[in-house]
């Protein structure tokens, strides 16, 4: 790989001729082809260089999902400034953290999330940019200008972690990331004729990996998704833009099965559906294939090393499935050493992965305890059966430890979502003055009613699991907590057990 390196210009700039026609970004109302991509990118560059944005710069964002957030991230790479993207969720209060921890020269936002920039202490920031003041004219949005000199280990992006388990860490990546991921990537990722949407935010890893670089670095067409996450909309957009590919989490794959919808919409024009974000359950992927007649390919991956493994083996429903080529993956002991298949231990990725991160931003003492001999530790417990699939345990700060035995949260979920009258589930682990800790599920169903005694759900469990990992406390909620990225956060399931053990 050359030393010079610019993500934008791989992913559009340099695109053979036959691309120029080729529609790269597609909405609703309209559409881009990767000529006037291209223009439109190198017209936004420009304005970016007028207004003082340099190389180096990080530019923290509050967009919408809209076909100018995708432009405005690729010009900013393209000149070398850092792209920060926090979710639009984010409120106003929480935004003032990553102002603090990124110390920004630039903010840019649309005019519906302003609230958060005039209720933030600015620190550093010297440019507020609305996106809607971005006005190209004729002259600037041809004008075709040399991208800036970035090397492979220059940082091109960052994205902040769900802050599932403490505070949200800033993970930045450098421009050599997907100059290496396309090519190992292949057999997983969208062809040349492929339309792929993915609805969610471009700062969650998952959207940017799947749903925005890979299909620009494949020739494939991105379809933009400017409405709120619900089956209606994702069905009439599917329908209005042709999507061949479908990507979300396992929350919105239940949604739409819920959904009063047209099967034939998504049956006859989706090809390909993936998973990620969230465990998905073997009832879920049933139900989905039944009713759709597709399959849907789980992915596992994280912030840090964007896809890992993709599972497309329908008899290894519930796996994290193998890694990709180029990959090394294993699990290891606490001393480093692999363990036998279908031995729980701590997941590891090799640092020499194409797409691996190049810093926490401020957190140096968070690379040295992730990083061992090589070996990347996410913080995942799992196991690999003896044919090389990995299959998910659970958080390494998730485990529940009972008396003497160690048990996976996630386990206890699988086992309870199985019961044909459980949609979802969410376990923990309290404290217990006799085991340590007692293990607690939260649960929901369809009806939103339980019509099955408790009782005699913890009975039919022990035909299922050992009798150990049985929960003490099985609870009816209405819907579990969740990130917005559809991640369980069991530090809420605590806060709400605490508080109904106070009431």
């Known amino acids: 790989m050359p030393q010079r390196v610019n993500v934008t210009e791989k992913a559009i700039i340099e695109k053979p001729d036959e691309f120029d026609e080729r529609e790269a970004l597609t909405w609703r109302n309209g559409a881009l082809t990767y000529q006037e991509l291209r223009e439109k990118v190198t017209g936004y560059a420009n304005w970016f260089k007028e207004k003082g944005v340099k190389k180096g710069d990080f530019v923290l964002s509050r967009l919408n999902t809209q076909p100018e957030a995708y432009i405005s991230y690729l010009a900013l790479m393209y000149i070398g400034a850092v792209p920060a993207p926090v979710s639009v969720l984010v409120a106003p209060g929480e935004f003032q953290y990553f102002v603090d921890d990124c110390q920004p020269r630039v903010v840019l936002f649309d005019e519906n999330n302003s609230d958060a920039i005039d209720e933030t202490k600015t620190g550093k920031i010297e440019l507020e940019i609305p996106i809607e003041s971005i006005e190209l004219d004729q002259s600037i949005s041809k004008e075709v200008i040399s991208p800036a000199a970035t090397s492979r280990e220059d940082p091109a992006y960052m994205l902040y972690s769900s802050g599932t388990t403490g505070e949200p860490k800033g993970i930045l990546h450098g421009h050599k990331d997907w100059i290496g991921f396309s090519d190992p990537y292949k057999h997983v990722s969208t062809g040349k004729g492929d339309r792929v949407l993915h609805p969610h935010e471009l700062s969650f890893s998952y959207t940017w990996a799947v749903g925005f670089m890979t299909p620009l670095m494949d020739g494939a067409t991105i379809v933009v998704f400017q409405d709120r996450v619900r089956p209606e909309k994702l069905s009439s957009t599917i329908k209005e833009c042709k999507a061949t590919v479908f990507c979300t989490v396992p929350t919105v794959y239940r949604m739409i099965l819920q959904a009063d919808i047209n099967s034939n919409i998504i049956a006859h024009n989706i090809q390909m559906c993936t998973s990620a974000g969230g465990h998905l359950s ?162 929901t169903t369809e009806s939103k009613e339980l019509n099955t005694p408790v009782n005699e759900i913890r009975d039919w469990l022990k035909g299922e699991i050992a009798k150990y990992k049985v929960p003490k406390e099985i609870r009816l909620i209405s819907s579990l907590p969740k990130s ?20």
């Open 282 to 443: 073997e009832k879920l992927m049933k139900k989905w294939k039944q009713r759709f007649g597709l399959p849907i390919y789980n992915i596992f991956g994280t912030s840090e090393d964007m896809i890992q493994t993709i599972c497309i083996e329908e008899e290894k429903v519930g796996s994290l499935g193998k890694p990709l080529p180029h990959l090394r993956m294993n699990v290891v002991d606490e001393d480093g050493n692999p363990k036998k298949p279908g031995e729980t231990g701590h997941l590891v990725v090799g640092q020499d992965n194409p797409v691996h991160f190049i810093e926490y931003l401020n957190k140096p003492e968070e690379w040295e305890k992730s990083h061992r001999e090589g070996w990347f530790y996410p913080g995942d417990h799992a196991y690999k059966d003896k044919d090389g699939f990995f299959w998910y345990v659970s958080r390494s700060d998730d485990i529940i430890v009972s008396r003497e035995y160690l048990i996976s949260p996630k386990e206890v979920e699988d086992a309870l979502i199985s019961h044909p009258e459980i949609e979802e589930a969410g376990v923990i682990g309290v404290p217990d003055k006799v085991f340590g800790e007692r293990v607690v599920a939260f649960i």
């Open 484 to 503: 917005d990225t559809g991640k369980l956060q069991r530090r809420k399931l605590n806060e709400i057990y605490n508080s109904q053990k106070e009431d």
